[in-house]
């Protein structure tokens, strides 16, 4: 392959890999999808591609569109023990984040609420609302009409929308106060301030320490205040589960403002908080190694804040 093909392709790895990510919710998983692409780019007669941006966004969406299909990633999500996987802020794979929305559809909690669209219908979706993309082009990528396009775009709308709390974008400050107050009240036990801290709708899903076979969901206030009292109680188990006494920094992970568990360089455990209007709508807790890699590989390129708990 001549270097300007092999520079053409670079020029859109980013974005290639933003769109996988988006549509798997794995950064490995979309790393294998965009090193596929470009070895069927290498393969490809170029000669013959009109618009290679084009012609590499529908290979990679296939791509993606065939793992979500495949028969291991069917039954590992339709178990209930699949998460997304935690990028920190700053990581290329999380991709245009201009608008609101582009930051909101990366988020923890909407990547976790897109598990319920069909493949077609979430590559839609994040072809037309993160990156732009009009009816015609993704029913040129897809393979369907345009008004099947619209039709499938209605109804991840609609079906994402019923899942979530829609309210003004929190300023970073402002929420990263609220998780602070969070979890100075979990870690001494204040669960009526837990609970005052809470909307009134709120969900928490976690991994259970990468323990359990299925994820664990809590709603209700009361519930979620002692779910999350309990979690982040410290405890001799749970110190040598960890490998030691962890400490505590606030980070942004994924646009939201999160909890990192962080002993010895590496990042053990990590809490994603939703933060509307002054209030924890949602949280998202996973502590699965295989889930974290990326995360705490970027953590230790980076100069973190001083942890707001020193030892757990």
Known sequence: MDSSAVDRFEASRSRLASLAYRLLG???????????TFLRWQAADRARVGVPEAWLTKVATNLCLDQLRSAQARHER???????????????????????????????AVLTL??????????????R????????????ILDITESASQQHLHRARARVGAGRRRGAETDPASARRVVEEFLAAAVSGRTERLVALLTDDV????????????LLRVRTPERVASFVRAGFKPTAAKRRLAGGSPAFHIATV???PAVLAVLDGRVVGAVAFGVNDGQV???HGIAAAERLGRLSGAWGRHEPDAPVIDAW
């Open 203 to 214: 969900t928490a899903v976690s991994d259970g320490a990468g323990l359990a076979r299925r």
């Open 26 to 36: 794995s950064a490995a998983d979309a790393e294998d999808a965009v090193q596929e």
């Open 254 to 256: 994924n646009g939201s």
């Open 129 to 140: 609302e993160a990156f732009s993309y009009g009816h015609a082009e993704i029913a040129g």
């Open 114 to 127: 897109m598990e319920h669209l069909s493949p077609v219908e979430r590559a839609v979706y994040v072809l």
């Open 281 to 283: 709508a949602s949280l």
């Open 78 to 108: 339709a178990a209930g023990a699949w998460l997304p996987e935690p990028l920190l802020e700053g990581d290329p794979m999380l991709g245009p984040a201009d608008t609101f929305e582009q930051r909101e559809l990366v988020s923890l």
